[in-house]
């Protein structure tokens, strides 16, 4: 990352040469590797982060993890993090409080969804939203306070769950409003096809000079299909993220480990798939003997 220059602003540069992978890191290890493996921007997801903690996705989690694990990974990965900020941990006075947490943290930006608490996954039925009107108040507390701590370089995202609840054109109408309380970045959620994306980023050109950033969720076993990333961008998105695969590919390897382990006793036939003590220590740019900086 470029140093003095605020994270936030380093990711609008690179959504504004093409669109950005983001995938999900759910510690700072994952974070280093995501990095490694030539990615320019990083996302810590509330899912991913509450299911590491060992509770399910509706709103446990405090404020205070949020913002630890956000900046061990924007350390880890020295690159911009987009951040799930579920409902904002309350109400007004507590969204700007995640605003400024978050940019304390280290964080480009965060997205705010217009869940009611406790909220859902967003893949998931049975969701229910608040209004409209208290959800466009959420957003211009964030957006104000990302002004206050960061002159608004700090990216606002709104996401709306709308699509799956009160249906495709009330997204579109939501997200508008989003748009025109501050938001400077949008967050469809649940999108079932290839052609709702288009149509929805179609509906956001239609706002001209504030048209938003754009960011797509491809998230695995959801209603989203698999989308691959060039067909995002042509469809008109600017941050594609991956929420939970870095997780969900960890715990199917150590869930599989776990029962050869129990049943021959060994994880012998495990080694080829180890990463090895080397490419740890690699990773962590680390030479045992000498001394380490971060």
């Not at 040469?17 to 509330?46: H, K």
């Not at 249906?167 to 052609?195: C, H, N, W």
């Not at 695969?245 to 776990?258: E, F, Y």
């Amino acid at each position: 990352m470029v140093p003095n220059i605020h994270p936030g602003t380093v990711l609008r540069k690179q959504m504004d040469s093409g669109v950005v992978a983001a995938p999900g890191a759910f510690n700072s290890l994952v974070a280093r590797a995501v990095a490694q493996c030539g990615f320019s921007a990083c996302y810590v997801s509330g899912g991913a982060m509450s299911v590491a903690a060992g509770v399910p996705d509706v709103g446990i989690l405090t404020l205070d993890h949020f913002s630890r694990v956000i900046r061990e990974v924007a350390v880890g990965s020295g690159l911009p993090v987009i951040a799930d900020a579920d409902t904002g941990f309350g109400e007004e006075e507590m969204v700007r409080r995640t605003v400024l947490d978050y940019n304390h943290a280290g964080a480009a930006g965060l997205h705010l969804e217009d869940q009611v608490f406790p909220k859902r996954c967003g893949h998931l039925d049975g969701k229910s939203l608040i209004s409209v009107e208290q959800a466009v108040s959420k957003i211009q507390w964030a957006a104000k306070a990302s002004k206050d701590c960061s002159d608004g370089e700090f990216i606002v995202c709104a996401r709306t769950d709308a699509k799956g609840v009160e249906g495709f054109d009330s997204a579109i109408k939501r997200a508008k409003a989003y748009v025109q309380a501050g938001a400077t970045m949008i967050f469809p959620e649940g999108l079932a096809t290839a052609e709702e994306f288009k149509l929805f980023a179609q509906a956001m050109d239609e706002l001209g000079d504030q048209r938003p950033y754009l960011l797509a969720n491809m998230t695995e076993f959801g209603k989203t299909p698999m989308i691959k990333l060039n067909e995002f961008a042509q469809l008109g998105y600017d941050l594609v993220i991956y929420p939970v695969s870095t997780l969900r590919i960890a715990m199917g390897a150590v869930t599989r480990a776990l029962h050869e382990l129990k049943e021959t006793g060994t994880l012998e036939g495990q080694l080829p798939k180890m990463q090895s003590r080397k490419d740890l220590y690699e990773l962590m740019e680390y030479t045992p003997g000498t001394p380490w900086e971060m």
